[in-house]
């Protein structure tokens, strides 16, 4: 199962086959990739959701980069994927 926080297209125009012009998805299914911990995260009561906030708005993928994302894995022939929640972000949050 992907898991995306946020896809939006790169164009309204869809032209098949589609290709993505931005970098390629890390992903990640054991905690999400690249998750950032802050000094924000002792706060109490509200660190926490604080915490999450901060690094859900750097996980936005396009419907381009995970098309090819499945696309790639299923052209491997076997999966590392396969029944797991796998969640995904753009390399260009990396160092956002």
Same mark, same amino acid.
């Given at each position: 199962? +992907?898991?995306? $926080?946020? @896809?939006? &297209?790169?164009?309204? !125009?869809?032209?098949? &086959?589609?290709? #993505? #012009?931005? $970098?390629? +998805? *890390? =992903?990640?299914?054991? #905690?999400?990739?690249?998750?950032?911990?802050?000094?924000?995260?002792?706060? &109490? +009561? *509200?660190?926490? /959701? +604080?915490?999450?906030? @901060?690094? =859900? %708005?750097?996980?936005?993928?396009?419907?381009?980069?995970? =098309?090819? /994302? *499945? %696309?790639? !894995?299923?052209?491997?022939?076997?999966?590392?994927?396969?029944?797991? $929640?796998?969640?995904? *972000? !753009?390399?260009?949050?990396? #160092? $956002?």
């Amino acid at each position: 199962m +992907l898991c995306p $926080a946020n @896809m939006t &297209p790169e164009s309204t !125009d869809f032209n098949i &086959p589609t290709t #993505s #012009s931005k $970098a390629k +998805l *890390i =992903a990640k299914s054991t #905690s999400p990739p690249l998750w950032k911990e802050s000094w924000v995260g002792s706060i &109490p +009561l *509200i660190g926490t /959701f +604080l915490t999450i906030v @901060m690094n =859900a %708005a750097r996980y936005e993928t396009t419907l381009e980069q995970n =098309a090819e /994302f *499945i %696309a790639s !894995d299923l052209g491997n022939g076997e999966s590392e994927w396969v029944g797991r $929640a796998v969640g995904v *972000i !753009d390399r260009g949050m990396k #160092s $956002a």
